[in-house]
């Protein structure tokens, strides 16, 4: 198992394919070890692929002590230096959408091309849904209300009219969040993540941003709400906009979403 020691914690990284470099940084929770991951996806096969576990999460080290943005950003950008990258092209997800962006504007050099898949600058641009105030719910009802602001399609009258598919989400949500279970400190990790997605903001410092940069949103997401996707596009100079068919996962959801990703990475 690949680990770099970057600063001060252990990353846990993966690394596939062959092409141009693409740095892929991953959303709220996620763990490497869950079969959602991105080298599941068709970018594996036009990139060499590298993605990791941030800061708090999945096998990387979970310091007990407050994260910040700047800290992740800087986490991506040793991470590169020590798998030998000088520059990538970088795609963000969600909360990775967040960290892309301080990488890009922390380490402007690193960066070639950026893509920010549903999240948002925070600040008078509009923040994503503060997922750190559900941290008071038990998890099957946090699952049913992540549910229906991940896709606004799927709200509480969905529910109520499909209870069977409802179940069957529920199940695979809950399968997923088995996935790295037995770590002891995970809880604290994932708080210190919220914390620090919580104070996310670089409106004021988008404008800064001079590459191509390609913003995507999904038309029913609930969670980084297109007016904030469309805001966040609106700040950086020169950034395309796309939409997609499909809530926060819509790379996953409408096909034409990954199509579009790779053209523009490889244009």
Known sequence: MPFAQTGDINIYYERTGAGPKLLYISGTGHDLR???????????????????????????DKPDAPYSM????????????AVGWDRCLVHGTSFGGMVAQEL????????????????????AGGASYPLHELDHMEMHEKLLFRLGISDTRLDAAWQAANPDELKKRIAEQQALQAIGGDDADRAMGEHRQLDARARHDTWDRLPQL????????????????????EALAG??????????????????????????????LLG
């Open 70 to 81: 700047a800290q992740y950003a800087d986490d991506a950008a040793r991470l590169l230096d």
């Open 210 to 229: 001079e590459l191509p940069v390609l913003v995507c949103g999904g038309r029913y997401d609930g969670q980084a709400a297109p007016a904030a996707v």
């Open 34 to 60: 869950r079969p959602t991951r991105v080298f599941n996806t068709p970018l594996a096969d036009s990139f060499d692929l590298l993605s990791y576990d941030q800061r708090g999460l999945g096998q990387t």
């Open 104 to 123: 890009a504007l922390r380490h402007p050099g690193r960066v070639e091309k950026l893509v920010l898949c549903c999240c948002a600058a925070g600040g």
């Open 235 to 264: 700040r950086i100079k020169g950034a395309q906009l796309n939409w997609f068919e499909g809530g926060h996962g819509f790379q996953a959801q409408d096909p034409a979403a990954l199509e579009a990703i790779s053209a523009f």
